[in-house]
């Protein structure tokens, strides 16, 4: 093999690894979650479209997230070489740096939401901006570093998708995705206090104030359940508003019953103190829960 051969073959393998540490900043996991709460919201909406155009219209809204998640990265570089849950990120670890990040993701912004507008519709495009622009500007670079509720009002960005899906669909806005929009909202401080508990070191480490920092452990834990609780009446308003029939109903219900119960274990454990085990219980099932009741959604709706 010939030195320009071989040159070229390392070339091409460090052009590989470099796309493939540009597929992580994009934040692959919670894109998965974007991608299947945004078609619910499209499939369970009174319009059907094609299979080419709605996996045309989730692709983008799919880029979209990765674009936040981004330039979340991009921005706090130095917070997350700081934390252990973070520090194997390609910004801190060396493999991308900040310039290629920003980008990166500033493309992806651009060519998501300028495509979803041109392949979809005007709304659609605008709630993916918006998600986009709360997500980096509001949550990331105003919120996070300055208030306990960081989490609580940030939590709209990632409750968009569905919505996003209905009116890819659509084309317009009612009450009906706006279910599937609080459904996300309200499960999503409980979901991240949990995590926030056995991971304060962390976010005491690089001056984060999460809720455990500073409200203390009891409060947090006031709170996490307090807003598994309010899942319960979040979860009765599709079926309310006829969106959902009993086939939602009933079992979401009980996976929210089984949610409050291991919330309601961690809040009577022993004052300012919690079990670890139980907190990660809690962010785990969490995932699981907030899964199925969207699984089961789509059931109902499909049946």
């Known amino acids: 093999m010939s030195t320009t051969n071989i040159r070229a073959k390392k070339q091409s393998l460090s052009d590989i690894k470099v796309f493939n540490e540009l597929i992580k900043l994009m934040k692959p996991r919670v894109m998965s979650l974007v ?14 479209l094609s299979v080419k155009d709605a996996m045309i219209g989730i692709l983008f809204v799919a880029m979209g997230a990765g674009a936040a998640g ?9 917070l997350d070489k700081l934390m252990s849950r973070t520090c194997l990120r390609p910004i801190p670890r060396g493999k991308v740096n900040k310039d290629q990040a920003l980008i990166f993701g500033l493309l992806l912004s651009i060519i998501s939401v300028v495509s979803l507008y041109y392949f ?4 659609s495009a605008f709630l993916l901006f918006f998600t986009i622009f709360f997500y980096v500007i509001v949550y990331t670079i105003w919120l996070k570093r300055k208030t306990s509720q960081n989490i609580v009002i940030g939590g709209a960005s990632g409750a968009l998708p569905p919505v996003i ?3 890819i669909a659509t084309n317009s806005l009612s009450m009906e995705p706006l279910t599937l929009f609080l459904i996300i ?27 455990p920092i500073t409200d203390g452990i009891q409060n947090t834990k006031k709170n996490i359940l307090i807003y598994s609780l309010l899942m ?12 959902a029939g009993l086939t939602f109903l ?23 103190k919690f079990d670890t085990n139980i907190a ?24």
């Open 185 to 211: 909202f309200i499960w999503t401080p409980s979901h991240f206090w949990a995590l926030s508990l056995y991971k304060a070191n962390d976010y005491k480490r690089a001056k984060i104030p999460m809720l």
């Open 35 to 48: 991608i299947f709460t945004c078609a619910v919201g499209l499939l369970s909406s009174p319009i059907v």
């Open 232 to 243: 319960i009446p979040t979860i009765l308003i599709p079926y309310y508003i006829g969106f």
């Open 250 to 272: 009933i079992p979401s219900l009980a996976l929210t019953l089984y949610y409050n119960y291991i919330c309601f274990n961690l809040y009577s454990f022993k004052k300012n």
């Open 280 to 303: 990660k219980h809690i962010f785990s099932y969490s995932i699981i829960y907030l899964f199925l009741i969207f699984v089961l959604f789509l059931i109902d709706k499909l049946i």
């Open 165 to 167: 899906g209905w009116t």
């Open 70 to 78: 981004t330039l979340n990265m991009w921005y706090e570089a130095d």
């Open 120 to 123: 979809s519709n005007f709304l």
